[in-house]
């Protein structure tokens, strides 16, 4: 198993195991749609794996 270096809110490292208790093994596609950090992708059991995650900000910060 891959571990991320990135702490953040949302990390799914603590999930990981469960996440792929839940998984069937031998799943062909894997579909990540809020990957963040792809540390559910990048463990994945699947032969195809897609990952898409986007973070827009609507609006630049005053100082």
Known sequence: MIYSPLNYTGNKTK???EIFDILLNDTEC???VFCGSALVSI???A???????THKMSST???
Not at 47 to 53: C, G, H, P, S
């Open 15 to 17: 999930l990981l195991k």
């Open 30 to 32: 894997f579909y990540d």
């Open 43 to 45: 463990n994945s059991p």
């Open 47 to 53: 032969n195809e794996v897609y990952i898409n995650d």
């Open 61 to 63: 910060p005053s100082i």
